[in-house]
């Protein structure tokens, strides 16, 4: 769009805004009244959302279909709305007659996120989601969830547009840091959990980016090939268990095109699908600028246009209702429209528990939860020598490189959260910027934790750093990756990094290496360092974890939720499809996820055995587990699992249990071995454990080609205990009878 035609559509959205009736007073006091039979707490959320569709005009159902953009953005001189709406990402103007809230909008998944403009929003920044993934602690999402739920809530925001969810079919992918892995089962349980823990507080939040947005290069010009059945297999599956898990108020589609056709117009994802197979009865918005049509959309199956003037029109604005009103979209279609909205908000509490911006924020005890999260997730991922956790008696110790005396990296676009203590860094210089530390030193939060002489090199010059490696007993190097919300990463560590990590290590053998990255990077010079400690971006109380892990305060126990390849040949696309060319001047850009189907991540080596550079579901610790006794046998469809697990160290710590499964079913299944349970407990030394667990069905199974369901071939089936993907621990057979299996399974 020209900038004069930006700026018109920015007053057109004031005064739309204005039209719709502002927040005010009368929304301050919404509450239940003889003439809102709709604000009666004792009824369901259905009868509810009968009562007040009801009592609705054309215009009040279409107004709750059409969302703005509400912040100040330079870079689409766009202007937030006015009449003190919190800067957000999304505004759904409200209905003071009928007491409807207006929905107000926050990204994401880290945290209350802004916009970059004058006067963000202030929150704590959680680490990245693959970092809460890594936890491999259902637990921990919840409870993560619940704390940035509550910042929402707290800013005056009751949708919270988290849940990213997309499976990483390549490591480069630039939103990686926002989602949960490779595994639809741990993604889908991690994100599920984190989408409850979030919706705990009486606020909507979304699943995204539904489906298939696995790349970031020419993301709205992709067109996403992939065979139906395989699709249900691997993305579509983590999408089912996080909906089942969480009952997310809404989903929200994506830019791509899947099979030929946009996915916010796309009946066999919202439809068939979605809406169908699983029974979603939340809605379904549109990312922004996900809308490509009025009608197409309307009748596929999209319930809400986001993000006004994103758009090149205002589809789900006037140009809706003038398709209801020449019988283009039903008055049924509407009505579903405004009613899965009015559903969602009613079961989530938006109606009986309003938001109110300006209340208190403890953000000492939510960076604490910020804080735990980041130290639960760190994967210790080489340990030579027990050179970790760094030894009491040592006297010199060099930080090199990445801010590590002032900040940790955190990832780029829609999801940056801007914390009360602001930036360590904060360069706007950067395409796709601005690129951000979160002030949280590294250094500090050592110095504090030893009594050995610590130096700080900026490592821009390598050899003056390796000349300071040089003069002490240890180097740590803190190595970066950035990442950001439309583009993908190369693979490797930003500039020349690599080269500054050989020169360290080669000036002093007791060389450490502190990677914040949004995902897998190579590792030429993983020979020659003794310890990788993978921190991730690790928040804004980053760098006090990476410190209590490198001292030993806390044992690292996290698990990597994603392969890091040996090299970029190894991947199903060693050259990422797509040119790159400026989003919407070009035709569709093909990406085939037919080479591996459902075969993502380590179930892609595993079938061309290739050998990773570290497994899916690795991670040491700084004690050792041993486990025993395994038995298995046929239950509620799928298979329970017990065993015994011990720690035989001398720390306490926390395992990973994790069991594969592989059978008959999937012997011509292109993916053999699967994550089919998996469960986190602490162990203190000495101390010994029996786990039960149950693998869902639906991992022994194949999808119903074509239609609904699974199904189970009669047969043997291995159960594997392991360490990791790559390293089986104990197994057991099980011999399970054929059997179908309806589509949406009870939350084992
Ligand atoms: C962005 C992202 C989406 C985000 C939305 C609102 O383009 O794709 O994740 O929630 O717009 O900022």
Redesign the pocket.
């Known amino acids: 769009m020209t900038n004069r035609a930006n700026r018109l559509a920015a007053c057109a959205l004031m005064v739309a805004a204005l039209a719709y009736g502002l927040p005010s007073r009368a929304h301050a006091q919404m509450g239940a009244s003889p003439a809102r039979p709709w604000m009666d707490k004792g009824a369901s959320a259905e009868v509810r959302t009968q009562r007040l569709l009801a009592a609705m005009t054309l215009d009040d159902e279409l107004r709750l279909a059409f969302g703005y ?1 509400s912040a100040d953005a330079p870079w689409k001189h766009y202007r937030r709305l006015p009449g003190g709406i919190p800067q957000s ?2 505004y759904v103007p409200g209905n003071p007659r009928l007491g409807v809230p207006a929905l107000t ?1 926050t ?2 998944g880290l945290g209350v ?1 802004s ?1 970059p403009g004058e006067h963000p929003n202030r929150a704590t920044a959680l680490p990245s989601g693959i970092a809460t993934a890594a936890t491999w602690d259902p637990k921990l999402a919840f409870t993560a969830g619940r704390m940035i739920g509550r910042e929402a809530r707290d800013h005056g925001f009751n949708v919270m ?2 849940g ?1 969810l997309d499976l990483v079919r390549d490591p480069r992918g630039g ?1 990686t840091f ?1 989602y949960a892995g490779e595994d639809p089962w741990l993604a889908g349980t991690m994100v599920g959990a984190e989408v409850r823990g979030i919706q705990s507080n009486h606020i909507i939040s ?1 699943v ?2 539904f489906a298939f ?1 696995d790349q970031e290069t020419d ?1 709205t010009r992709l067109n996403v090939e992939i065979d139906p059945l395989a699709g249900r297999m691997s993305d579509l599956l983590g999408f089912e268990i996080a909906i089942q898990e969480a009952h997310p108020g809404a989903v ?1 589609c ?2 791509n095109r899947v099979n030929g056709i946009y996915s916010c117009q796309n009946p066999w994802l919202l439809d068939t699908i979605l809406k169908g197979s699983w029974g979603y009865r939340g809605f379904v918005m549109s ?4 809308t490509h049509s009025t009608i197409a959309a309307a009748n596929a199956g999209l319930d809400q246009d ?2 006004y003037p ?1 758009d090149r029109q205002p589809y789900f604005g006037a140009p809706l209702r003038k398709a209801v009103l020449e019988g283009k979209v039903s008055r049924a279609r509407l009505n579903d429209m405004a009613g899965r909205i009015l559903y969602s908000m009613f079961a989530n509490g938006l109606f009986d528990y309003p938001v109110r911006a300006g209340e208190p924020i403890d953000f000492a005890a939510d960076g604490a939860a910020s804080r735990a999260d980041a130290e639960a997730g760190m994967v210790l991922l080489k340990n030579a020598d027990g050179v970790l956790p760094l030894a009491h008696s040592l006297r010199s110790i060099a930080l090199i490189g990445s801010h590590a005396d002032a900040g940790v990296l955190a990832g780029g ?3 940056r959260v801007y914390p009360p203590e602001g930036f360590a860094v904060y360069d706007k210089t950067v395409p796709n910027g601005p690129l951000a530390y979160l002030r949280s030193s590294p250094l500090a939060a050592l110095s504090s934790r030893t009594r050995a002489h610590l130096s700080y090199d900026d490592g821009a010059d390598i050899r003056r750093a390796a000349q300071l490696a040089t003069r002490s007993e240890v180097a740590i190097v803190f190595a970066h990756e950035w990442a950001a ?2 583009m993908d990463d190369t693979g490797w560590l930003d500039g020349d990094q690599d080269l500054l990590i050989a020169a360290v290590a080669k000036a002093n053998p007791h060389t450490i290496v502190v990677l914040e990255t949004g995902g897998p990077v190579l590792m030429p010079w993983l020979p020659a360092v003794q310890a990788v400690l993978e921190a991730w971006y690790p928040g804004n109380r980053g760098g006090e974890a990476i410190a209590r892990v490198l001292t030993g305060e806390v044992n690292p126990s996290g698990r990597l939720p994603l392969t890091f390849p040996r090299t970029l040949e190894q991947l199903p696309r060693p050259v990422l499809d797509g040119d790159g060319k400026p989003d919407g001047r070009d035709g569709p850009v093909a990406v085939n996820y037919g080479i591996e189907g459902a075969a993502v991540g380590y179930k892609w080596f595993d079938r061309r055995h290739l050998e990773p550079l570290f497994p899916f579901g690795f991670g040491l610790s700084y004690t050792r587990f041993t486990s025993s006794d395994i038995s298995a046998h046929a239950s509620a469809g799928g298979i329970a699992v017990q065993f015994q697990v011990r720690n035989v160290g001398a720390y306490a710590g926390a395992y990973v249990a994790q069991v594969y499964v592989s059978g008959p079913t999937l012997a011509h299944w292109p993916a053999s071995r699967r994550l089919g349970a998996f469960e986190k407990l602490e162990l203190r030394p000495g101390e010994s454990r029996q786990v039960r667990l149950q693998v869902d069905p639906r991992l022994l199974a194949v999808h119903a080609k074509g239609g609904d369901g699974w199904t189970i071939s009669a047969g043997e089936y291995r159960v594997v205990l392991a360490q990791d993907e790559a390293t089986p621990v104990a197994a057991v057979s099980v011999r399970l009878p054929a059997q179908r299996l309806p589509e949406m399974l009870p939350v084992p």
Do not use: C, I
Request: no cysteine; glycine share 22%; aromatic share 12%.
């Open positions: 953009f990402a999304g909008e990204d994401a996120a916009q547009l988290a990213g939103r926002e979304t995204k980016h947005n993301r929200m994506s830019y990312d922004w600028g996900g986001s993000g994103f676009g829609s999801s919300e439309g």
